[in-house]
């Protein structure tokens, strides 16, 4: 080979051996790149009870509820002090939380039974498939309630894992052969009933907690979505020995104690696997306090009245938020927001799409940071009850204008009962528009409709345009923007 050759082909080695050097310490750090993007994606954490009351935490208001480590959560995060679920009642909740849309948008009203035909259509994009379709594990541990059959349980509906129960825990599928009996309650591991509740439901909370936090522990090098809806303190109330006696408030008291307690676990595991600063836990109810149960319900208080009205006590619920250094410490944010607003929210955080559907949330992040100038994005919330009726809209400056109907409130002179047997409920008449200032007002106790006519017609204005879109049964109309829920084939 001729000296020239030799120089050039020196050359190309030699410049062979920068490139090689060069990409040997570039894709190393591309592929580091790209596995902390996966890491850092926020986990998202929601736990949500049942029938809990807006005034069952310790920094709510309750005088003889001890909550360690709800408070801890409000002292780390923001406490929201007007959070709306979209309707009083289990399912209709549910489907709001799941679907960032009014329930009826999408079909879903009141409580499913264990008899229901209509569930949560699967074409309804939730909020697990949302988490998954930006690459997370997602895992549900509790309460489904949008439906018992195979196709429309959680596994079919965006979530790898479930454990847990289809619908509320007082309810009992029917059992021919022993009519008027309570049979075992199902308990549903995926796709498939792995055992039974028989009648005694008090280690149910310990179990879903040790579920939890083994999916956290499981998947604390992968983003994740856990969703943990508590079955308690919907009656009948169960709690554990170990909390069994400890409250001042007695059983209702000891299950919010135990929830508290399951609370703490979950923030545990989170702390344990590094996951702190890369979680963000949210904690909710899905309605105010059955008030019929006495001394086996919780309290809204100051609220007015409770689950299955649209007052405040029925829609206005317990919420803290937690992200620790995303999240300011120790701050109340006293804007509105609801359910609805939660998955367009989170579809930002992790980067996923909207779904295609129409859905009613707005992204929120701005008020959950308590942003000096965040502006609460909605004109309004509306409130719908029953199959279809508007009872109520909620501005954003605070305004609140119920419509005329009907409303369940206890009947005068019930005893206080601590046996886990019901009051009497009786219907009360709304016979005109009633408007009130939350914010001066917070137990909805002075109808100020007739020194603010221009805020009556402005809201009732909001809602004539609403009711084109979604109907009101109140006054026989039909919406234009309702979809079909999914149809079960019960009794087959």
Same mark, same amino acid.
């Given at each position: ?15 062979s051996f920068y490139i090689w050097v060069l990409l040997s310490m570039l894709l190393p750090s591309c592929g580091k790149e790209q596995k902390n993007e996966q890491i850092n ?84 994009? *939730? ?32 979530? %790898? ?8 825990? =007082? ?16 308990? $549903? ?7 039974? !509740? ?5 280690? $149910? ?32 109330? $169960? ?20 929830? %508290? ?13 590094? !996951?702190?600063?890369? *979680?963000?836990?949210?904690? *909710? ?43 300011? /410490? ?14 367009? *929210?989170?579809?930002?955080?992790i980067g996923a799409a909207l779904p295609e559907r129409k859905i009613d949330g707005k992204d929120i992040f701005p008020l959950m940071k308590v942003q000096e100038g965040a ?25 609140? !204008? ?15 009962? =601590? ?10 008449p709304l016979e005109e528009m009633e408007l009130y200032n939350l914010y001066s007002d917070i137990s909805e106790e002075s109808n100020v409709a007739a020194q603010h006519p ?14 084109? /879109? ?23």
């Open positions: 080979m001729k000296i020239a050759e030799r120089l050039r082909t020196a050359e190309l080695l030699k410049k994606k926020p986990n998202i954490v929601i736990i949500f009870t049942d029938d809990q009351g807006y005034q069952d935490v310790g920094c709510f208001g309750s005088p003889n509820i001890l909550t360690p480590n709800l408070d801890r959560m409000a002292n780390e995060g923001v406490k929201f002090d007007q959070f709306y679920v979209a309707q009083a009642v289990c399912s209709a909740s549910r489907a709001a939380l799941m679907t960032g849309c009014y329930p009826n948008r999408v079909g879903i009203n009141g409580a499913l039974s264990h008899t229901s035909k209509i569930a949560l259509h699967t074409d309804e994009m *939730t909020l697990a498939e949302v988490a998954k379709s930006a690459g997370y594990a997602t895992g549900i541990f509790g309460k489904w309630h949008l439906g018992h059959e195979p196709d429309y349980l959680p596994v079919n509906q965006g979530f %790898d894992e479930y454990y847990g129960i289809p619908y509320s825990n =007082d309810m009992w599928p029917f059992h021919p052969e022993r009519p008027g009996a309570f049979p075992p309650l199902p308990v $549903f591991e995926n796709g498939q009933v792995i055992d039974t !509740l028989h009648g005694d439901q008090s280690m $149910f909370t310990t179990i879903l907690t040790e579920k939890a936090v083994n999916f956290i522990n499981r998947n604390k090098n992968n983003p994740f979505f856990l969703y943990v809806p508590h079955p308690q303190p919907h009656v009948p109330l $169960f709690v554990s020995d170990k909390f069994k006696g400890k409250s001042e408030r007695g059983l209702y008291g000891d299950v919010i104690m135990e929830i %508290d307690w399951s609370v703490g676990e979950i923030l545990k595991a989170i702390k344990n696997n590094g !996951l702190d600063e890369n *979680t963000l836990v949210i904690f *909710t109810s899905d309605n105010g306090p059955w008030l019929s149960y006495s001394g086996h319900s919780g309290s809204a208080e100051p609220l007015r009245e409770g689950k299955g009205t649209s007052w405040e006590g029925g829609i206005r619920v317990p919420c803290i938020m937690r992200w620790p250094g995303t999240l300011p /410490e120790g701050k109340v944010q006293q804007q509105p927001a609801m359910t609805i607003d939660l998955l367009p *929210t989170i579809a930002g955080l502006i609460h994005p909605h004109d309004a919330y509306f409130i719908y009850y029953n199959q279809n009726e508007l009872q109520s809209i909620i501005s954003k400056e605070g305004w609140k !204008l119920y419509f005329p109907h009907t409303y369940r409130s206890l009947a005068p002179g019930q005893a206080y009962r =601590d046996d886990g047997i019901p009051n009497k409920y009786h219907m009360l221009e805020v009556v017609a402005r809201l009732a204005r909001l809602a004539d345009a609403m009711r084109l /879109e979604l109907g009101d049964a109140l006054n026989g109309i039909q919406g234009n923007s309702n979809r079909e829920p999914g149809r079960q084939n019960v009794g087959k």
